[in-house]
């Protein structure tokens, strides 16, 4: 007996999404539109509440900078779901790549049966992130699993125990990541207690405390020395830029101080990564912004177009020291997020993504600071490549979380993906993909202005 299985008539009328969807803000229902909101129904009757929803649209194809919803509104896409999409979704070297696999075997555990995909990945990661040393890769599903095995590493190279981050700083939403981040609502509140002998040291935020790199540096050096001590530190770990902490660029000489501190006191220095890898700040990583090179470093995000995967890379010498079978999992490396990996990294060198997040970065300042010059409200606008943001503030200089909602908000109804973020809610960030047009980055970021005359 055949089994047939009818598509859902919506699904059938979809637009395929990838580089040829019509790169156009169209709003042909309200937002939500009835189809969208038929299934959030559905979804608060299926889903945990626990899992929230930014907007209340469901997508069906998305490509280039738009993002095409079940009623057919086609959304301006400035946030590549936090900063994974940079080469854009659907890229033809990813699907590519991802069927081609898909095909030939789904999965056998690379650490069962290996296969070559996992090992050419891990070249290609070994040969792109900052330093020349000799290094190691291992791969996983998520930038928190990631994160978790670098602190693991970490631990058992120095014989130590002692983590540091900072404030302000997001890691994940997993026990020791949770641990490591700095945000109580939403991402900590209830869920304690958290694994021990985590810190937390001040960062640089040079809007909010005026001090230099070196002085911000011998803040949190201080701190370490006096609170903890080195002897007992085994890493400290910071994205080069913050992203859900408020996409907080520290001041120049702060990484390199930290950094130069921790090789001098056999403390792991450890890149986060996860949101600033792959070409979204105009290098392939932040950390080179600076010549800062790290130990280890942490990735996921941007790092195959969409599939999960995730990754450390770092000293061979510290990956090299884990006894087998300490580090892996089921899944960490499939097959088919390490093919659609390859065809990301063919799409970066292809498409020429580093200069386009720089020429990126270029729009969205002229625009934003057109903005701040009509709005005193935009205090700080800072980034770098496509991870740019602004911070808004009220009459008296201090954080406007209500603004910050309304006029994300706004853009939202107005048809652009926008994404808030920051300790105190009051920054907008634009993570747009690589794969968006000059004329509709220029467009979302009209539609923002437009928003804060209204608010
Ligand atoms: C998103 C993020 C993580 C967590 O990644 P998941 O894939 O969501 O687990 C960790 N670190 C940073 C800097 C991130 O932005």
Redo the contacts with the bound molecule.
Sequence with gaps: MSMTIDAPSETAASPLGGPSLPQRRELVTSIPGPKSEALMARKQAAVSAGVGTMMPVYAVAAGGGVIVDVDGNSLIDLGSG??VTNVGNADPHVTAAVIEQVQRFTHTCFTITPYDGYVEVAEALNRLTPGDHAKRTALFN????A?ENAIKVARYYTGKSAVVAFDHG????TNL?MGLTAKAMPYKAGFGPFAPDIYRAPMSYPYRDGLSGAEAAARAIHMMDRQIGADRIAAIII?PIQ??GGFVVPAEGFLPALQAWANANNVVFIA?E??TGFARTGQMFASEHEGVVPDLI?M??GIAGGLPL?AVTGRAEMMDAVHAGGLGGTYGGNPIATAAALGALKAYDEHDLLARAVELEAIIRDELTTLQARDGRIGDIRGRGAMMAIELTDAEGKPDAALTAKVAKHCHLEGVVVLTCGTDGNVIRLLPPLSISDELLREGIRVIGEALAAN
């Design positions: 936090i900063a998520s930038g928190a699993e994160v997001y890691h994940g939403r990541t994205e992203g859900e986060d996860v949101q942490t996921a995000k995730a």
